[in-house]
């Protein structure tokens, strides 16, 4: 009886703990889902948006991506270190990637190219779609 309460009182833990991670960071670390915070993909995606990550699929050109920056070319940014969803709009022939939002109100054209192994690329974004909920 005492084994069943000490894991009763584990698997409580473990829930609160994933629970508050989720609540106060908006995903899970495995990334089961997670939601828009801003709102530079506005009108595709929207503040609150729920989106699961596709990390089996590798991104073509128009793919909404998330994408890590923590590279050189984020150091100056106030995304340096944090996931980003953002379209790949194109892929120079040096293999520079254009990864920009989609809302029209922003100035995307002084966003940097981003070499490959200067971002780490999570992969494809699709919207969750959670009906009347």
């Known amino acids: 009886m005492k084994l069943v309460k000490k894991l009763v009182i584990a698997f409580g833990i473990i829930f609160i703990l994933l629970f508050a991670l989720f609540y106060f960071t908006g995903s899970f670390p495995f990334n089961l889902a997670s939601r828009i915070a801003t709102d530079s993909m506005d ?14 699929v590798s991104p073509k050109v128009g793919d909404i991506i998330e994408f890590d920056c923590t590279g050189d070319s984020c150091k100056n940014e106030i995304v ?45 974004v699709h919207k969750i779609n959670l009906g009347n909920l």
Do not use: Q
């Not at 009108?43 to 089996?56: E, I, N, S, Y």
């Open 80 to 124: 340096h270190g944090r996931f980003i969803i953002h379209r790949l709009v194109s892929i120079d022939p040096n293999g520079c990637l254009h990864i920009i939002g989609d809302n029209p109100k922003y100035d995307w054209s002084n966003v940097p190219c981003y070499m490959p192994e200067t971002i780490k690329i999570a992969g494809v």
């Open 43 to 56: 009108p595709t995606l929207k503040v609150g948006d729920w989106l699961h990550t596709d990390r089996g």
